[in-house]
């Protein structure tokens, strides 16, 4: 059983910056991929970004160039760096991991205009 707990959700202006954590305790042993998804208001959840053990990543267009995924595998924990936000990053940001799609309790992110 992996359990993942995140933290470093916040209120920003647009143009600032956060820092998002994702601590996986448990079986960590057993997870290849861990990552970000968003919900935001009155929409669907969407993949922010991805990094397999191995430091392959993967992001959304939207957030190319202003969102950097990275990680501390002696930690187990997940990072995402988002600079330069803007008022569409506004959500709820969860931490995912597989191959047993589990997921974190969620973050809220809100990015002020």
């Known amino acids: 059983q992996v359990q993942l707990v995140e933290s470093g959700g916040g209120l920003v202006q647009a143009g600032g910056s956060l820092r998002l954590s994702c601590a996986a305790s448990?079986?960590?042993?057993?997870?290849?991929?861990m990552g970000w998804y968003r919900q935001a208001p009155g929409k669907q959840r969407e993949l922010v970004a991805l990094i397999t053990r191995g430091g392959t990543t993967n992001y959304a267009d939207s957030v190319k160039g202003r969102f950097t995924i990275s990680q501390d595998n002696a930690k187990n924990t997940v990072y995402l760096q988002m600079n330069n936000q803007k008022p569409e990053d506004t959500g709820v940001y969860s931490c995912?991991?597989?191959?047993?799609?589990?997921w974190g309790q969620g973050t809220q992110v809100n990015v002020s205009s």
């Open positions: 448990g079986s960590t042993f057993i997870v290849n991929i």
């Open positions: 995912y991991a597989r191959p047993d799609d589990l």
